[in-house]
């Protein structure tokens, strides 16, 4: 009966080891094998695993270096006798007899949780990315990481020494509101003087991505009855952020030199921004324009929330300045992220800004999370001093123009529209289909044929806009990308 306990289901990914490992200790914990109960042989383990014996001998040895087992010479192996356990299995002792009878009713009263909760985020506009998007053949998907392109062992060896025992008391210890040092001094002395920013660390924060750097300045400075601009489209994620808040939200058009500036930025609070990559038109401004919404931000007394998340990827040419690095007047809160240059699981951005309002977005995030985990500032730090991320945008660079080449090419021939990338490089091309096209709809029936694409309805407020799409190509090799837009075309041609 025993030797039904242990069985392998074969997981993708995990090696054999870890597999028997989390096996045995899911068994143990659960107390079906009791303290001092021996477990099989390795060799009759690995007879029944269908594994290698040496496979069994070292998760065994794991397994006593952590108490769950102990070895006895010439005897086998065992269950310590201080194993951990869960907790969960049923109570040692029954309970007295004269405990307190429990009162049961033949219909309990269910909690209304609808009628209890004072918020619904679950409705709002998202860009969905399926979790699986890698399982598709031609996945035109923005923003996402190619393992082809990722020096995983680089990224290993920065793990490594982040958990060494002269790091651990940085990488495991409570910073409070702090973040780590080496990440902050590597954000302000390397990455931002890219961008013509020059600051102290004291302005510098890390947050948990761009996504948390915004709702943490949104928090800060938008409320009900505050006049916040946005570009329309924009990136859905600020405006359903602003809606939460009950600010008052005006939507500024955008052209085909980003977020227009004219009267209606006259009468605003806070103007949030993306001018060197819009999101999602790819549109970038141009200097004279940035002026101009420089000068109204000084004219008409309101602040910028320069969204710059995607600078690195400028393979064409160089991308234009940041508005941060023009700002005479400290009207400009900068963000920065390394979730396209990285990866997104990464989830790790920054905040430039003056000295007041970091503090107070300092004191705010150790509300929500007290700090990023110290493990992966540390791992990044050490990635990026050590050249490791220099060299990755340079491979990124490499892939990209050659896969927006292909791009061009397979749009031009398969009879697209006008299709609008970044003029600086970027990793994706804004387009929009003909008339009576569904871009939800046709994302539905591509997937049938393994084709990914991003509707364009998300982005726009309201999602009155069903015939843009957004075709991403970070994720997608180039030798695809042609027989991909094929598909997209053939499909398009389906519904006229």
Same mark, same amino acid.
């Given at each position: 009966m025993k030797d039904a306990l242990f069985h392998l289901d074969q997981i993708e990914g995990v090696g054999l080891q870890a597999q028997v490992r989390e096996m045995l200790v899911s068994v143990i914990l659960s107390r079906r094998l009791q303290p001092g109960e021996a477990?099989?042989?390795?060799?009759?383990?690995?007879?029944?695993l269908s594994v290698s014996r040496n496979t069994i001998t070292l998760a065994y040895q794991a397994l006593v270096a952590d108490g769950y087992l !102990?070895?006895?010479?010439?005897? @086998?192996?065992? %269950?310590?006798?201080?194993? #951990?356990?869960?907790?969960?299995?049923?109570?040692?002792?029954?309970?007295?007899?004269?405990?307190?009878?429990?009162?049961?009713?033949?219909?309990?009263?269910?909690?209304?949780?609808?009628?209890?909760?004072?918020?619904s985020f679950a409705v709002l506009d998202r860009v969905a990315k399926p979790l699986n998007w890698r399982e598709y053949a031609y996945p035109f998907v923005y923003g996402q990481a190619d393992p082809a392109l990722f020096n995983h062992s680089d990224w290993r060896d920065c793990a490594r020494q982040a958990l060494g025992l002269r790091n651990f008391e940085s990488m495991a210890g409570d910073k409070g509101e702090s973040d780590d040092p080496l990440l902050v001094d590597y954000i302000r002395a390397r990455t931002l003087p890219r961008r013509g920013v020059m600051v102290g660390n004291e302005q510098v924060?890390?947050?948990?991505?761009?996504?948390?750097?915004?709702?943490?300045?949104? !928090?800060?400075?938008?409320?009900? @009855?505050?006049? %916040?601009?946005?570009?329309? #489209?924009?990136?859905?994620?600020?405006?359903?952020?602003?809606?939460?808040?009950?600010?008052?939200?005006?939507?500024?058009?955008?052209?085909?030199?980003?977020?227009?500036?004219?009267?209606?930025l006259n009468d605003v609070d806070v103007v949030f921004v993306t001018p060197s990559h819009q999101a999602p038109t790819t549109a970038t401004m141009p200097l004279e324009r940035r002026r101009a919404l420089l000068a109204s931000a000084e004219k008409n007394d309101f602040i910028i929330i320069e969204d710059d998340y995607d600078f690195e990827m400028g393979f064409l040419q160089r991308p234009a300045p940041a508005l941060k690095s023009l700002d005479k007047s400290d009207r400009v809160i900068y963000v920065g992220s390394f979730s396209k240059s990285l990866f997104p699981g990464l989830r790790l951005g920054y905040v430039v800004a003056p000295e007041t309002v970091i503090a107070e977005a300092r004191a705010l995030?150790?509300?929500?999370?007290?700090?990023?985990? @110290?493990?992966?500032?540390?791992?990044?730090?050490?990635?990026?001093a050590l050249g490791h991320h220099d060299a990755l945008i340079k491979r990124l660079r490499n892939a990209f123009a050659q896969r927006r080449e292909a791009m061009e090419a397979a749009l031009g021939s398969?009879?697209?529209?006008?299709?609008r990338a970044p003029q600086f490089g970027g990793a994706s091309f804004w387009t929009e289909a003909p008339e009576g096209v569904d871009t939800a709809l046709l994302a539905d029936r591509l997937r049938e044929r393994d084709v990914i694409i991003e509707p364009g309805a998300p982005f726009f407020a309201g999602g009155r806009s069903s015939r843009h799409m957004r075709l991403g190509y970070s994720s997608i090799n180039s030798e695809k990308i042609a027989t991909g837009i094929n598909i997209i075309a053939q499909e398009i041609e389906r519904f006229s």
């Open positions: 477990v099989p042989s390795s060799r009759a383990m690995a007879e029944q !102990e070895s006895r010479n010439r005897s @086998g192996y065992y %269950v310590g006798q201080d194993a #951990p356990v869960t907790g969960h299995g049923a109570p040692e002792h029954p309970a007295a007899p004269h405990s307190d009878p429990v009162v049961t009713t033949s219909r309990p009263v269910v909690a209304n949780w609808h009628h209890r909760l004072r918020h924060l890390v947050t948990m991505g761009a996504q948390n750097a915004l709702f943490l300045l949104a !928090e800060l400075f938008c409320s009900r @009855g505050v006049r %916040v601009a946005i570009e329309d #489209p924009c990136y859905p994620d600020i405006r359903n952020t602003l809606r939460r808040l009950d600010a008052e939200v005006v939507l500024i058009p955008v052209d085909d030199r980003g977020m227009v500036v004219d009267d209606r995030r150790f509300l929500m999370l007290r700090h990023p985990p @110290g493990y992966a500032q540390r791992t990044a730090a050490y990635f990026l398969a009879g697209f529209g006008e299709a």
